[in-house]
């Protein structure tokens, strides 16, 4: 079954810092998603990407992160100057339709030191 | 806002045991409401979904009923396998707005199953 491939499985980096986070979706899936979990808390919603462009984004998804889509085949994270707080799994997802389920990564663990 | 709240892990069980995870929700509308599992070292993968009150979803012998009047969608399972042992995340999504595809998930529940 085709699935949806993240790298680094685990990120470590200096408070500051920039960090992108590498995600391939499913060849034909047109709706793209990054979420996240703190460590003991709930996954939560990030943003979801569409036709080249961010379609929803929730209140955590600032000016420090963008999400790009290079080439047709990656989806990216970046977080431009890391903080404590964004450390964190993150998992990437992709769908369809958006109205079906969605096929999520194994997700990337991010410890910003 | 929309919410999921899941019952507290972790939780252990016997071989053949009864599984009980509870959820409640809070939304507006009527949200579609999921069950999704995470096993060691993969992503989260649909277990099951019901889209209106009173659907049941089943998959792999497990079972949630969405209960408007309570505002809930327990999974169960009659009978569970060490291959059960995995984290359950109860999820739901909501059918307004240009939400396509985002999802309130609750925290997770481990579950761990012993011979």
């Known amino acids: 079954e085709p699935e949806v491939t993240q790298t680094p499985s685990h990120q470590v980096t200096q408070m500051g810092q920039e960090v992108i986070l590498r995600c391939v979706p499913i060849?034909?899936?047109?709706?793209f998603y990054w979420y996240r979990q703190i460590l003991g808390q709930k996954v939560e919603f990030l943003v979801s990407?569409?036709?080249?462009?961010?379609?929803?984004k929730s209140e955590i998804f600032d000016d420090q992160f963008s999400v790009e889509r290079p080439d047709g085949s990656n989806f990216t994270l970046k977080i431009r100057s890391t903080k404590l707080e964004d450390s964190a799994m993150y998992f990437c997802?992709?769908?369809?339709?958006?109205?079906?389920?969605?096929?999520f990564g194994s997700g990337t663990q991010l410890s910003v030191l | 806002g929309d919410s999921v709240t899941q019952m507290e892990g972790p939780v252990t069980l016997s071989e053949e045991a009864f599984l009980t995870i509870n959820c409640t929700y809070t939304?507006?509308?009527?949200?579609?409401l999921f069950w999704y599992v995470q096993y060691p070292g993969e992503g989260l993968q649909l277990l099951l979904k019901?889209?209106?009150?009173?659907d049941k979803g089943s998959n792999k012998g497990f079972e949630a009923t969405y209960r408007k009047e309570t505002t809930s969608f327990h999974l169960e399972k009659g009978s569970v396998q060490v291959s059960d042992s995995a984290v359950y995340f109860c999820?739901?999504?909501?059918?307004?707005?240009?939400?396509?595809?985002?999802?309130?998930f609750g925290q997770g529940t481990i579950l761990t199953v012993h011979p």
């Open positions: 997802a992709s769908s369809p339709t958006g109205f079906e389920k969605l096929f």
């Open positions: 060849s034909n899936h047109l709706y």
């Open positions: 990407f569409y036709n080249n462009e961010i379609s929803e």
């Open positions: 939304a507006t509308g009527y949200p579609s």
């Open positions: 019901a889209t209106k009150a009173d």
């Open positions: 999820a739901l999504k909501n059918a307004g707005g240009t939400s396509y595809g985002k999802l309130t």
